[in-house]
T-cell receptor, first 113, second 112 residues
Framework: SQTIHQWPATLVQPVGSPLSLECTVEGTSNPNLYWYRQAAGRGLQLLFYSVGIGQISSEVPQNLSASRPQDRQFILSSKKLLLSDSGFYLC????????????FGPGTRLTVL | DQQVKQNSPSLSVQEGRISILNCDYTNSMFDYFLWYKKYPAEGPTFLISISSIKDKNEDGRFTVFLNKSAKHLSLHIVPSQPGDSAVYFCAAVTSGTYKYIFGTGTRLKVLA
């Protein structure tokens, strides 16, 4: 069976500090990978998605970046965090092709102070 | 531009009754629609989906209806149970794009 891991579960960082959130998927190959953010009281905002190693599509211009160094690894980064980066970050995967659901990780609660 | 909208932020229903959650979309290119359930501090879990070639899909207590002309879909939960209390998100995607767009969610509370 497939599993998706995210870490850390919670993170408190000062403004201006760097960020690295990691997501890995097990039990499948060539997954599509996604990063979402849920801000307080809001829906899920798609940040990045990737259909293959080194292939990253950015949906929202901001101070965040994503990388996919391995087939089942997806990393969300920032060089300098802003207060507005606080939120609940979710990684997800789906099979390639059409008409497939996404499977979400447990999420990371990021608080920027 | 919010392409997927859930206009009811919250809904309360008595246990055993029907819960109806609504979702509207604006992009006519969407051809696959999904519903997810989310508990606090957890990732969403997939509930049920429907492709644009259908107007109804059932899975146990959950039924999703799609009205393409109105660009509207709904999720029916019958009978509602206290464990159904959660935030429900609808999502839409155009096949081949992999860009799943989510609504803002509806918080369902099922009263015992």
């Amino acid at each position: 069976s497939q599993t998706i891991h995210q870490w850390p579960a919670t993170l408190v960082q000062p403004v201006g500090s760097p960020l690295s959130l990691e997501c890995t998927v097990e039990g499948t190959s060539n997954p599509n990978l996604y990063w979402y953010r849920q801000a307080a009281g809001r829906g899920l905002q798609l940040l990045f998605y990737s259909v293959g190693i080194g292939q990253i599509s950015s949906e929202v211009p901001q101070n965040l970046s994503a990388s996919r160094p391995q087939d089942r690894q997806f990393i969300l980064s920032s060089k300098k965090l802003l207060l507005s980066d606080s939120g609940f970050y979710l990684c997800a995967w789906s099979r390639g092709g059409s008409y497939n659901e996404q499977f979400f990780g447990p999420g990371t609660r990021l608080t920027v102070l | 531009d919010q392409q997927v909208k859930q206009n009811s932020p919250s809904l309360s229903v008595q246990e055993g009754r029907i819960s109806i959650l609504n979702c509207d979309y604006t992009n006519s290119m969407f051809d696959y629609f999904l519903w997810y359930k989310k508990y606090p501090a957890e990732g969403p879990t997939f509930l049920i989906s429907i492709s644009s070639i259908k107007d109804k899909n059932e899975d146990g207590r959950f039924t999703v209806f799609l009205n393409k002309s109105a660009k509207h879909l709904s999720l029916h939960i019958v009978p509602s149970q206290p464990g159904d209390s959660a935030v429900y998100f609808c999502a839409a995607v155009t096949s081949g794009t992999y860009k799943y767009i989510f609504g803002t969610g509806t918080r369902l509370k099922v009263l015992a």
